[in-house]
């Protein structure tokens, strides 16, 4: 969590259609970190930094 900054929003819902939850970036961190800590044998990623920030993008590329 700390690698992605997203300790700030670890006791937050997800959310959903009716529920407000985590921003988008942060629904977008958190499922690359799923991924990362099932240490997938493969990844794919999809645009992985669309819509974040640039300090946000070069942590998750660095991590990926």
């Known amino acids: 969590m700390g690698e992605l900054d997203l300790n700030h929003c670890k006791d937050t819902i997800m959310g959903s259609p009716l529920l407000i939850g985590v921003s988008g970036g942060e629904w977008k961190r958190v499922s690359i970190e799923q991924e990362l800590l099932t240490n997938s044998s493969l990844l794919l990623v999809d645009e992985p930094t669309t819509g974040l920030d ?9 991590n990926l």
């Open 54 to 62: 640039s300090t946000t993008s070069k942590t998750i590329v660095m």
